[in-house]
């Protein structure tokens, strides 16, 4: 191999950060790669849900109850002529802003609480572990419905109850994360040369737990839009007549034999968010791996 070959391969494995890996490790992953599309689909829609040409989710029409999808209405019409279409899209904000914000709330409250019991470890770290093993204890949709009827109905406390449900998840992974990285030689190493704990933690230690917590995130997501929805269904989240997926599944429920599009269309943007995250998850994990080449 000659010289210039030589440096010419140096300077490229320089370049060859770990984040740049990753990426060429999902962009390699068709799975991942689908599920990515169909998410930033979704979530663009979302976003220019107010932009796009639909008629007025909350506008009724009583010439227009529950006809069957046409050219005036894609998705047809639900029992007060409300177009499903223009309910779907803006029903898309309620459900990913729920997933993430969700999400947000359990990775916010339980990382830190994670970390810090894991590196402490002593008599916080049995308060925490007993703690997490409660909550663990009880069903996360049956814990998330509890609390947000004691919350009351709305889907900021769908938001909340769904959160706090999600939370111990991250509290137990991280501490088990945080337990296998603190004995590390680099971690020994920064203690003897006298660095604050602050300094390690933010450092040494969360950023070599961030990846599983980056990929445990991604597929809670898809389990918080399922949770909201539930609780949509159950009249616990979003309230009428804003639109969401699970309220519209809680109506299309009456009239499966005289208009089965009511459900379908719901129904089926549910499903496809759910598999579409769990998908980029799973691409996630294989990415993120520094095990995997």
Do not use: C
Not at 125 to 154: H, K, M, W, Y
Not at 210 to 231: D, K, N, R
Not at 259 to 264: G, Q, R, S, V, Y
């Amino acid at each position: 191999m000659s010289l210039a070959t030589t440096d010419l391969a140096r300077a490229k494995a320089l370049r060859d950060t770990p984040l740049r890996r990753s990426w060429r490790k999902l962009a390699a992953n068709r799975g991942a790669l689908v599920g990515l599309v169909i998410v930033a689909f979704f979530a663009i829609a979302a976003l220019l849900a107010p932009l796009l040409p639909l008629p007025d989710p909350n506008a009724t029409s009583w010439t227009a109850i529950r006809k069957a999808p046409s050219a005036a209405h894609w998705l047809g019409t639900d029992e007060i002529g409300r177009d499903i279409l223009s309910r779907l899209v803006w029903g898309t904000r309620a459900s990913l802003s729920a997933g993430i914000v969700s999400v947000l709330i359990a990775v916010g409250i339980g990382v830190p609480i994670g970390l810090l019991s894991g590196y402490f470890g002593g008599w916080l770290d049995q308060i925490v572990s007993r703690l997490t093993e409660a909550f663990l204890a009880l069903p996360f949709l049956i814990l998330a419905i509890a609390l947000a009827a004691f919350l009351g109905p709305s889907l900021g406390n769908a938001m909340i109850a769904i959160g706090l449900s999600a939370m111990p998840v991250f509290v137990r992974l991280t501490r088990g994360q945080v337990l296998a990285v603190k004995t590390e030689d680099y971690v020994e190493g920064a203690r003897s040369v006298g660095l604050r704990h602050p300094r390690i933690l933010w450092r040494y230690i969360f950023p070599n737990v961030l990846p599983p917590i980056v990929v445990q995130a991604t597929l809670t997501i898809a389990t918080a839009i399922i949770a909201e929805a539930s609780l949509s269904f159950l009249g616990l989240g979003q309230q009428p007549p804003a639109a969401s997926w699970g309220s519209m599944l809680n109506t299309a429920k009456n009239f499966l034999g005289q208009a089965p599009w009511m459900a379908l269309s719901p129904g089926a943007a549910i499903f496809t968010v759910v598999i579409a995250f769990n998908l980029l998850g799973d691409g996630l994990a294989d990415a993120l791996d520094p095990r995997e080449s």
